[in-house]
């Protein structure tokens, strides 16, 4: 899977969290959260449907690694590598 | 320790207090209590009066406590802003100096939609200073709550942020008639330039650091807090300065708040716990608080935690549950030997929990209730008291609570018996009480049975004098401990084009307490398909917000209702959980 896949992934689940969201509106360096409405549950969800989808664990200690868009597809990208 | 190993009552031993509670003797306490005495350990007004701010702020910054911390505020990257005593006093009065200049007078509404950033706390209690009346909103909300809130409680001016003022208010703006200050705060630091705003940072530069606090009485209106009903619009509770003496000893009582402690109240001050407990309760106390601007990280409350040296630390059973999911590894790489007592609110805590503490974190954690008619703790287990675990505790002293049944006609009965289910009542008359629903007499007095105060939640209690919660009377939904209206939701789907129908439940669930799960039944022509989902989902989101908007949409061919068209959502949510469906005899179609 290359960058571009888990990019189009990531963005995949959080529209299916948050399907209000337009591609074009997220800025990838930005926190996510502070772009999109998203509350403790929402991302609880978010984090269980990157872990299904991408068949990787995501401990609750990275969490704080997911912060951005970029963030998030670099951490699943060095995650798929290994 | 298994969950059925759990004693149904956790005794207390000298051994377990590290610090002498402030309330030890539970009944004497209660016997010898008067309000009056209570009011008494305030100062008052310099000349008579009463103001939650100077009894908050300016009384302890021209005493030994100026330079203690007040607040120590933690942005996301790790940086922190420590304000004592003093700077607050001086800040508050810029921003009331602020309201001044605009013309904003005793009375009038300041709304704040804003993170937990120092601005917003700065806010409300200049706000107070002017006599001005402060209407906390959630910065999860939608531009739909937030348009019905500042209509309903004709706001006058709003504090937010240049962020959420573009994402949720700019759109709106035009029909937000009375309106006529909105004061922003650049997210990024610095100067703001919005069309329609003021910079808030600019305004506060300017103003005065002197200030004369407007002339308020004990029953004077300091704030609106929102909640919702089964029913209509929200309502706006009233809640007046004198309610200062109950959070002043709640904050002694309940959460034991001791001069050398550090607080943490995780509760947003856009909901009652925030502000009542967030804000007001520990600077009366002269208390220090940790505020964190982040939403919920499990790792960064650990370290906040152990880091901040937290000693007194409230929070709510949603949070607590979604730190036992991230695992007991994770708490040990953490070490708490300052923190000393824990307190819940929010809804139940289930008994797990309490054991979860004990095991994790060392200490138990103690359940209390209230809501936000009551402004303040009304019943809790507080430090010296036996834990029974699932319970609320037992109500505080000058608080007369007891279980009663509606009659039809005749008002109330009182039952004595124990473990007996019924309605929750409170003797009227504590100060935070509400003083009314705003623009709502009707609906305010029926909150009332002769002396008592009905909340509205049902309860029992025990031969012990501990209560325990039932459920809700109403259909009122508790997702994360903050009472959502399902008609509000209802409401919102309904202006899709597509939906003909629309019924709104809160669904069990082990993390939130309530989700919010909404049946929608279809206009012909309109088809049940993932992508109308979708799109229902993003509608109600970027009305009403992630707090309020659905997790959970069903369609169906058509939803119960009663003969008079009312949809029965007590019938939908029996048949979600697979429950008897009662009483059907009202039902017309199914």
Known sequence: ?82 | MAVQELPRRLRKSAADLRVAPNLTDYESARAGFTWANATAELSGLPGGGMNIAYEAVDRHARSALADHVAFRFLASEGQSRAVSFGELARLTNRFANVLRRLGVVKGDRVFVLAGRIPELYVAVLGSFKNGSVVSPLFSAFGPEPIVTRVKLGRGKVLVTTDQLYRRKVEKVRSSLSTLEHVLVAGEAGGQVEIPGCLDLRRLMAEASEEFAIERTAAEDTALLHFTSGTTGTPKAAVHVHGAAVTHYVTGKSALDLHPEDVFWCTADPGWVTGTSYGIIAPLLLGVTSVVDECDFDAERWYRILQDERVTVWYTAPTAIRMLMKSGDELARKYRFPRLRFIASVGEPLNPEAVRWGMAVLGLPIHDNWWQTETGGIMIANTPAMDIKPGSMGKPLPGIDACIVQRREGTGIERIDEPDVEGELALKAGWPSMFRGYLDQEERYRGCFAGDYYLTGDLAKRDADGYFWFVGRVDDVIKSAGHLIGPFEVESALMEHPAVAEAGVIGKPDATVGELVKAFVSLKTGSSPTEALRAELLAHARKRLGAAVAPKEIEFRANLPRTRSGKIMRRLLKARELGLPEGDTTMLEEI
Do not use: C, H
């Open chain 1, 1 to 82: 899977m290359n960058e571009q896949d888990i990019r189009a992934g990531v963005i995949a689940v959080l529209k299916t969290i948050a399907p209000e969201i337009e591609d074009s509106g997220i800025d990838a360096n930005s926190p996510v959260r502070a772009q999109i409405d998203l509350d403790s549950m929402d991302w609880l969800n978010v984090v269980v449907a990157l872990r299904e989808r991408f068949k990787v664990d995501i401990p609750e200690a990275d969490y704080a690694r997911l912060a951005t868009l970029n963030t998030i597809v670099a951490y699943l990208a060095a995650k798929l590598e290994t």
